[in-house]
C-alpha cells in the first residue's frame, strides 16, 4: 500500500475523531490500492461547501495537536488551506479544499483513511486533471486506473458529464497533447515499481484509440455516463454492435453526493 508510514499513522489519528465533512481524494487515496504504483507526496482533503473547510480544518487541527504534531499552515484561502504536518523528522504536506459534491458514486469507507472518494471519482478527477496541466505523475496515475479501474475510453465518455464544457472527443484533443515525456522526469516520483517509459507509451496511445474509436460509435445523447454491468456488478466499456439491454448494462449518471447503480431497475430493463 503505497502511503508512507507517516501518512499511515497521521490517517489512523485523524480516524479518531471521524466525521463526514471531509474526504480523502488525490493521488493517496488512488493510491490506496495495494497494487498502486506511485507514492504520494501529500494528503488531499475534499470538502462539498467553503464552510465546512474552515470547520473539518479547524477540528482536525485540533486533533493531531493532541496527538503531539505541528502544523504549520503555508496558505489560507475561502475554501482552501495548506499545512505541512510534522512530527519528530518525518512531515507531509496536507491540504482541505472545496470540491464540488458532484460524483458518480458515494463516498466508500475505509477503516484506516475515513471517507474516500470512490476510485471510479479518483479516476474520472485524474483524467481531468491530465487534460488541464501535463504532470508526470498524473500520465504514472492514469495508466494505473486504465489497468486497474476502469478503461480510459469509459473514463474520458464519463468525464464529459463532469465538465460540460467538454465533450468526449474534445477532452481525448487535450489529453492526445500529452505523454512526450523523457525517463528523467519521472526520475524525482517515488514509484512503487520501474517505469518503463517506451512500453508506457505504447499503452497510452494504443488507449488514446481505444477512446477516440468509443466516444465516435457511441450515441451522443449518452455522452457523460458510465456504464454499469449488472451481473457483472462493476463499470465496463460496453459493446457498440450490440444494444445495452441485452448486454445487461444500463447507464448511470452522476449527481450531487454520487448515488449508487439502480440494480434492481437494470434488470428489470434488461430482462
Known amino acids: 500500500m503505497p ?34 504504483t506511485r507514492y504520494s507526496d501529500d494528503l488531499d482533503f ?31 484561502l475561502p475554501g482552501f488551506v495548506r499545512a505541512v504536518v510534522r512530527r519528530g523528522e518525518d512531515a507531509t504536506r496536507v491540504d482541505w479544499a ?21 476510485p471510479v471519482d479518483l479516476a474520472i478527477n485524474k483524467v481531468l486533471a491530465l487534460a488541464g496541466r501535463d504532470e508526470p505523475r498524473d500520465f504514472v496515475d492514469i495508466l494505473f486506473v486504465h489497468r486497474a479501474v476502469l478503461a480510459l475510453a469509459a473514463l474520458c465518455w464519463a468525464a464529459a458529464g463532469k465538465d460540460p464544457g467538454l465533450t468526449p472527443l474534445s477532452l481525448l484533443e487535450l489529453l492526445k497533447r500529452h505523454g512526450r515525456y523523457r525517463p528523467e522526469d519521472f ?18 496511445l494504443g ?16 455522452s457523460g455516463c458510465l456504464y ?30 454520487g448515488v449508487l447503480p439502480r440494480i434492481a431497475d437494470a ?3 434488461g430482462s
Open 3 to 36: 502511503l508512507t508510514i507517516f501518512q499511515r499513522t497521521l490517517l489512523a489519528d485523524l480516524a479518531q475523531a471521524p466525521t463526514d465533512e471531509r474526504y480523502l481524494a488525490g493521488g493517496a487515496a488512488m493510491h490506496f490500492a495495494p497494487n498502486s
Open 46 to 76: 475534499f470538502h462539498d461547501s467553503e464552510a465546512m473547510v474552515a470547520s473539518a480544518f479547524g477540528q482536525d487541527r485540533d486533533t493531531l495537536q493532541r496527538a503531539g504534531y505541528d502544523l504549520d499552515v503555508e496558505l489560507t
Open 98 to 118: 472545496h470540491d464540488s459534491a458532484w460524483r458518480f458514486m458515494p463516498l466508500v469507507h475505509d477503516s484506516l483513511g475515513g471517507w474516500l472518494l470512490h
Open 187 to 204: 526520475s524525482r516520483l517515488l514509484l512503487a515499481e520501474p517505469f518503463e517509459l517506451g512500453s508506457a507509451k505504447k499503452v497510452w
Open 207 to 222: 488507449a488514446l484509440a481505444d477512446a477516440e474509436a468509443f466516444a465516435r460509435a457511441r450515441p451522443p445523447h449518452e
Open 228 to 257: 454499469y454491468a449488472t451481473l457483472k456488478e462493476r463499470f465496463v466499456v460496453p459493446r457498440h454492435d450490440v444494444p445495452l439491454t441485452e448486454q445487461g448494462i444500463v447507464p448511470h449518471y452522476g449527481e450531487p453526493g
Open 267 to 269: 434488470r428489470i430493463e
